[in-house]
């Protein structure tokens, strides 16, 4: 069974950083794309970045420059670098991995920002 699991969440004043990881296991395969999703209260999930196997990314146009994606294509490790965050960017975070018809989720980790 795919499984996905993030860390790296957690409480943080803004201006500040943090960075989330996400692993995959039960896998023979490397995810075709990986990203990062978010849900803040209320809202609706949104797309936060997303990065190939031949690391190509696209980001929310509002985090680029703040939010970095990179990834171990072998590991199927996938990682959001979070610079300069704002209250609006709590949310719980929630990692994606896609190969052809899969679609696999983790199961989310919050991020809360303090003004």
């Known amino acids: 069974q795919v499984q996905l699991v993030e860390s790296g969440g957690g409480l943080v004043q803004a201006g500040g950083s943090l960075r989330l990881s996400c692993a995959a296991s039960?896998?023979?395969?490397?995810?075709?794309?990986m990203g990062w999703y978010r849900q803040a209260p209320g809202k609706q999930r949104e797309l936060v970045a997303t990065i190939t196997s031949g690391s190509s990314t696209v980001y929310k146009d509002s985090l680029k420059g703040r939010f970095t994606i990179f990834r171990h294509n072998t590991k199927n490790l996938v990682y959001l670098q979070m610079n300069s965050l704002k209250p609006e960017d709590t949310a719980v975070y929630y990692c994606y991995g896609g190969f052809w018809a899969l679609d696999a989720w983790g199961q989310g980790t919050l991020v809360t920002v303090s003004s």
């Open positions: 039960g896998t023979i395969f490397s995810f075709n794309t």
